[in-house]
Protein backbone atom coordinates (compact mmCIF):
# COMPACT_ATOMS: atom_id res chain seq x y z
CA UNK A 1 0.00 0.00 0.00
CA UNK A 2 1.31 3.25 -0.83
CA UNK A 3 1.62 6.07 1.43
CA UNK A 4 -0.40 9.03 0.59
CA UNK A 5 1.71 12.37 0.77
CA UNK A 6 -0.26 15.74 1.99
CA UNK A 7 -0.35 18.46 -0.91
CA UNK A 8 1.95 21.13 -0.76
CA UNK A 9 0.49 24.23 0.63
CA UNK A 10 1.58 27.54 -1.28
CA UNK A 11 0.87 30.67 0.73
CA UNK A 12 1.09 33.94 -1.25
CA UNK A 13 2.95 37.15 0.06
CA UNK A 14 -0.12 39.39 1.28
CA UNK A 15 2.66 42.56 1.05
CA UNK A 16 5.21 43.20 -0.96
CA UNK A 17 7.90 44.07 1.67
CA UNK A 18 9.80 41.49 3.50
CA UNK A 19 10.46 41.36 6.69
CA UNK A 20 14.19 42.27 6.67
CA UNK A 21 13.22 45.60 4.97
CA UNK A 22 9.93 45.94 7.25
CA UNK A 23 12.47 45.81 10.86
CA UNK A 24 15.33 47.91 8.95
CA UNK A 25 12.64 50.89 8.03
CA UNK A 26 11.42 50.31 11.71
CA UNK A 27 14.83 50.75 13.27
CA UNK A 28 15.83 53.80 10.63
CA UNK A 29 12.36 55.08 12.07
CA UNK A 30 12.99 55.08 15.57
CA UNK A 31 13.46 57.85 17.80
CA UNK A 32 15.95 57.58 20.26
CA UNK A 33 15.17 57.82 23.63
CA UNK A 34 16.00 61.35 25.45
CA UNK A 35 19.24 60.14 28.39
CA UNK A 36 18.76 62.07 31.22
CA UNK A 37 22.97 61.74 32.57
CA UNK A 38 22.46 63.08 35.88
CA UNK A 39 19.84 60.50 36.78
CA UNK A 40 21.89 58.11 35.27
CA UNK A 41 25.15 59.01 37.30
CA UNK A 42 22.74 58.75 40.29
CA UNK A 43 21.77 55.31 39.74
CA UNK A 44 25.39 54.68 39.33
CA UNK A 45 26.55 55.93 42.72
CA UNK A 46 23.81 54.16 44.30
CA UNK A 47 24.38 50.99 42.84
CA UNK A 48 28.00 51.68 43.60
CA UNK A 49 27.47 52.43 47.32
CA UNK A 50 24.75 49.27 47.61
CA UNK A 51 27.91 47.32 46.00
CA UNK A 52 30.25 48.20 48.50
CA UNK A 53 27.98 47.84 51.32
CA UNK A 54 27.65 44.15 50.60
CA UNK A 55 31.16 43.84 50.15
CA UNK A 56 31.71 45.06 53.70
CA UNK A 57 28.85 42.63 55.04
CA UNK A 58 30.39 39.45 52.92
CA UNK A 59 33.76 40.10 54.31
CA UNK A 60 32.47 40.41 57.93
CA UNK A 61 30.71 36.59 57.77
CA UNK A 62 32.24 34.53 59.67
CA UNK A 63 32.34 32.12 56.76
CA UNK A 64 33.62 34.32 54.69
CA UNK A 65 36.85 35.04 57.08
CA UNK A 66 37.02 31.33 57.64
CA UNK A 67 37.45 30.81 53.63
CA UNK A 68 40.19 34.00 53.77
CA UNK A 69 42.07 32.23 56.28
CA UNK A 70 42.16 28.98 54.61
CA UNK A 71 43.32 30.86 51.18
CA UNK A 72 46.04 32.90 53.04
CA UNK A 73 47.71 29.43 54.55
CA UNK A 74 46.96 27.42 51.27
CA UNK A 75 49.26 30.12 49.77
CA UNK A 76 52.10 29.94 51.79
Same mark, same amino acid.
Given at each position: /???????? &?????? %?? +????????? /??? $?? @???? &? $?? #? =? %??? !? @? @??????? #??? =??? +?? $???? &? !? =???????? =???
Amino acid at each position: /MAAQSAPK &VVLKST %TK +MSLNERFTN /MLK $NK @QPMP &V $NI #R =A %TMQ !Q @Q @QLASARN #RRL =AQQ +ME $NRPS &V !Q =AALKLKQV =AAW
